[in-house]
């Protein structure tokens, strides 16, 4: 069975490999990682994922810029997005993925608070693949 494609799109190397060993319990991924926006939007479009696990703090284009132009695309729009955010830790201030279906008109299959809970990050992509 071919591996399922999964992008990983976040400026730190070791949160990177963090995912890889989380969803490695779950199933064979091809972990393709990406350090920044413009590389993530590339390689969507490269390298067609089935899920993109997406930081919001990124250098460049923040998380919500790069969930909008995946959004946007024709050939890219269903494909589901986790959301990793330390936004909470660092400035109190929550976010969930229905603030996100108000202001941007779509939200993403679930949006997750860094440090990261492996057993949700888990559950939300079995949900991706269920």
Known sequence: ???KKVLVVDDE???IEFVKAVLD????FEIIPAYDGEEGIK???EHKPQLIILDVMLPGQDGFQVFYEIRKNESSKNIPIIMLTGVANKTGIQFFKKDM???MGQEPL???EKPLD?????????EAFA
Do not use: F, G, R, S
């Open 25 to 28: 319990e779950v199933d064979d």
């Open 13 to 15: 190397p070791d949160a």
């Open 1 to 3: 069975m071919a591996n």
């Open 101 to 103: 279906k108000e202001y």
């Open 43 to 45: 390689k969507v479009a």
């Open 118 to 126: 492996p057993e949700k990050l888990q559950n939300a992509v079995k």
């Open 110 to 112: 679930e949006y997750i």
